[in-house]
């Protein structure tokens, strides 16, 4: 069955790789695709995971992708945003937020385009990115890779890089650790002597040249790029059946 | 109490806490009386929603405090970055979590709470006013957020009682009891005022969330969150914040919103809504 496996199938499962060793900690993903990919670790490989429906329970078993409201939940446990703030303080959370913009260092902006004092363009504003990012693991997602997303400089650091939070002091470095950036090409990361971004694999057919036209900025490239691991059956079987019968993830990353 | 008393106890340049959580149990009949006033250059603090955006749209405010405006179903209030991207209001950006800081700190009468949320990233360039603090216990430095005193605190209740007690039946009350403590009033409408003791009918002890020794008045509102939701009591209305949303097109649209929905009694907005003949 792998072998049919879709671009969005195979992006979940490189969102679900991100929280790999994360363990016994709130995965908290924001969007379609990153969804799938907690609730599908939690259900295989990362079982002590901790998940919730978006709003404010933790399951014990994962709802479909656009359950409605009234849908029958297994509740856990109780996660209001109050409790969910405590959590980011302490620690035990690993965030998967979108980007607007991105750059090498993994400064996130989600905030606005153009300058902040009168914005061309006003976003969502900082959201809780500037937390998130000094207190506990954060991933990102970008559906749709572009040189507009991944660019060289961001206009309003929302979700703080390596370099920033290095000028910024150690209390902004202790507990920061910007883990994986997951786009419908490939997953990056920041394991470089400077933390710059690195491809980290790229999806099947996706070439080095064409993410970095995609790229506003050099990406560090290993010696040997792997291919991003392809879902097996039974994971398959999962986001088909139980996470995402649906088919929600399609609109967020069209089938090639 | 009704709408237009609450308005009658606010003043032009306050500083107006409006609590609920974006498009969710936002206390809107308050603020559509707000728009129908003479009231003008409010500073809003909020998780903010329809509520910051129809102040905007309406000219009501000098400054917005937030940590971001949205309308969760449609992930961008247009009203509000109408007014951001035409300079029309200044604005206080934070964290989410700088701002319960903020309202915690003015909640417990102390000038800041240290805090990691900010440091490294554009929260202290775009508030410049903003100042770290060395740990006197070892080697950290904070980012100090200093507190969010608010004058009046609005927010909205599944129940309250008639003397400020307030009950919350749904899975979040959000930060609506740190805003009622860290106003100096606050004034509750619910979706129906129950008699003394009337509470535990509705549910447990633990959903009594706001205690009337920090509240000061009581408007009972059904539908008072409306076209917001107020679960368990109703779910959003999706079909009314899109032609909110909608609305931002241009002024004549706006303008008609307006004539619609706001500028009429709130037994008018239920009749239309139909929820009462």
């Known amino acids: ?51 919730g429906d978006g709003d404010a329970v933790q399951l014990g078993a994962p709802l479909p992708i656009g359950a409605p409201p009234d849908a029958e939940k297994v509740v856990e446990a109780w996660l209001p945003f109050g409790k969910m703030f405590d959590i980011v303080q302490s620690g035990k959370r690993h965030v998967m937020m979108g980007a607007t913009q991105i750059d090498r260092f993994g400064n996130q902006n989600i905030a606005c385009i153009g300058p902040w004092a009168k914005p061309k363009a006003q976003l969502l504003g900082v959201r809780g990115a500037p937390g998130n990012t000094v207190n506990h693991p954060t991933s990102y997602w970008v559906p749709a890779h572009g040189p507009r997303v991944f660019v060289e400089q961001v206009d309003c650091v929302s979700g703080v890089g390596y370099d920033r939070a290095d000028a910024a002091g150690a209390t902004a470095v202790r507990f920061h650790h910007i883990h994986h950036v997951v786009s419908n090409k490939g997953v990056f990361d920041f394991e470089t002597p400077d933390h710059s971004m690195r491809i980290r694999s790229l999806h099947p057919g996706v070439t080095v040249d064409e993410v970095q036209e995609l790229t506003s900025f050099e990406l560090v490239v290993p010696d040997d790029v792997p291919e991003s691991r392809l879902p097996t059956d039974e994971e398959l079987q ?13 609109a967020e990353v069209p089938d090639a | 109490m009704t709408e237009e008393d609450v308005v009658a106890e606010l003043r032009d340049g ?42 905007c749209a309406a000219g009501k405010l000098r400054k917005a405090v937030y940590g971001f405006v949205s309308l969760d179903s449609i992930p961008l209030e247009p009203h509000f970055r109408a007014a951001r991207q035409n300079g029309t209001i200044d604005a206080m950006e934070l964290d989410e979590g700088m701002l319960q800081w903020g309202l915690r700190a003015a909640a417990m009468r102390v000038d800041f709470l240290p805090c990691r949320a900010g440091l490294g990233s554009a929260i202290t360039e775009i508030n410049p006013a903003l100042a770290t603090v060395r740990s006197p216990y070892g080697e950290d430095e904070y980012l100090a957020m200093p507190a969010l005193t608010l004058d009046v605190a609005l927010l909205h209740a599944n129940r309250a009682d008639a003397r ?15 805003f009622a403590m860290a106003a100096e009033k606050t004034f509750v409408s619910c979706e129906r005022i129950v008699e003394p003791g009337g509470f535990l009918a509705e549910g447990s002890e633990s959903t009594i969330r706001i205690n009337r020794m920090f509240t000061s008045g009581v408007v009972e509102a059904p539908y008072g969150a409306h076209f917001t939701h107020c679960v368990p009591d109703y779910q959003r209305d999706e079909a009314i914040q899109k032609e909110y949303a909608d609305s931002a097109k241009s002024p004549e649209a706006w303008a008609e919103f307006r004539a619609k929905y706001i500028d009429i009694p709130e037994a008018e907005y239920r009749r239309l809504i139909g929820v009462q003949s």
């Open chain 1, 1 to 51: 069955m792998s072998s049919e496996a879709t671009l969005s199938e195979i992006c979940a499962i490189a969102c679900a790789e991100a929280w790999r060793g994360s363990g016994e900690v709130l995965a908290s993903p924001i969007g379609t695709i990153p969804t799938i990919g907690a609730r599908l670790a939690a259900l295989t490989f990362e079982p002590d995971l901790v998940y």
């Open chain 1, 238 to 250: 999962l986001i088909r059946e139980v996470l995402d019968p649906a088919n929600a993830r399609a």
């Open chain 2, 14 to 55: 306050m500083t107006i806490g409006i609590a609920g959580w974006g498009s969710r149990r936002k206390p809107m009949s308050i603020v559509r009386a707000i728009l129908r006033s003479d009231l003008k250059d409010l500073t809003v603090v909020a998780y903010g929603g329809p509520d910051v955006g129809m102040l």
């Open chain 2, 164 to 178: 400020g007690n307030a009950q919350y039946l749904g899975p979040d009350w959000y930060f609506d009891d740190l």
